[in-house]
């Protein structure tokens, strides 16, 4: 079954320090892979994609993300977190033919500490 | 802003009552999606649609129907509301280009409650 995972449900970490989300998904075709933050009573921004070529992809927001294939991951890192980046995150995956539709990891949060 | 605007925002409803949400886009695209969002499940496919008059179902859709008269609006729903359809709704477009898959763009969400 297609699935996408991450693992942590809540992460705190403090400012200035570096950040890194977890997520793995479970796909027969190749993935398109994306990350979405969800600030509170807000709707989804995209950070970042993934459809092919350089594996590690950078967004908006100073966010990174490197696809690994053998390890079906796409984690999100940010080398320095800001007290602003406090938001929920979503890992989404979806595939060519499929009519756009994408299935959505649990999402994570992150609390940022001063 | 990908010019997508959802209403009602808010609504409160009662066990049994239809309801209907609606998604409008100012830009043409040829795909738009339902998603319901609850803790611990981030967000699920109910319905989408592919063209005017042109729907499937995703991976929740039962209690919920879709009709998309117009490439603008698609419209969502529940013919009897139950308590288990409290959830925040969102609609979403896909950017594509010439039928080429790109990302998904989300509108600001309808909170629905039915007591």
């Known amino acids: 079954a297609q699935s996408v995972t991450q693992p942590d449900i809540h992460i705190t970490v403090s400012e200035g320090a570096s950040l890194e989300l977890r997520c793995n998904y479970s796909?027969?075709?190749?993935?398109?892979l994306f990350w979405y933050v969800q600030s509170p009573g807000q709707g989804l921004q995209l950070l970042l994609k993934?459809?092919?070529?350089?594996?590690l992809v950078q967004g908006i927001k100073g966010f990174e993300a490197e696809f690994k294939r053998s390890q079906s991951s796409f984690n999100l890192r940010k080398p320095s977190v800001h007290w602003s980046d406090a938001a929920e995150y979503f890992c989404?995956?979806?595939?060519?033919?499929?009519?756009?539709?994408?299935?959505f990891g649990q999402g994570t949060e992150l609390s940022v500490k001063p | 802003d990908a010019g997508i605007t959802q209403s009602p925002r808010h609504k409160v409803t009662e066990t049994g009552t239809p309801v209907t949400l609606r998604c409008h886009q100012t830009?043409?695209?040829?795909?738009m999606y339902w998603y319901r969002q609850d803790p611990g499940h981030g967000l699920r496919l109910i319905h989408y649609?592919?063209?005017?008059?042109?729907?499937d179902k995703g991976e929740v859709s039962d209690g919920y129907s879709v009709s998309r008269s117009k490439t603008e609006d698609f419209l969502l729903t529940l013919e009897s509301a139950t308590s288990s359809q409290t959830s925040v709704y969102f609609c979403?477009?896909?950017?594509?280009?010439?039928?080429?898959?790109?990302?998904?763009?989300f509108g600001p969400g309808t909170r629905l409650t039915v007591l």
């Open positions: 649609s592919y063209g005017v008059k042109d729907t």
């Open positions: 796909y027969g075709a190749t993935p398109y």
């Open positions: 979403a477009i896909m950017g594509a280009s010439g039928g080429a898959y790109n990302e998904q763009f």
């Open positions: 993934y459809f092919s070529g350089d594996t």
């Open positions: 830009e043409n695209h040829r795909y």
């Open positions: 989404a995956v979806g595939a060519q033919n499929q009519g756009g539709k994408l299935i």
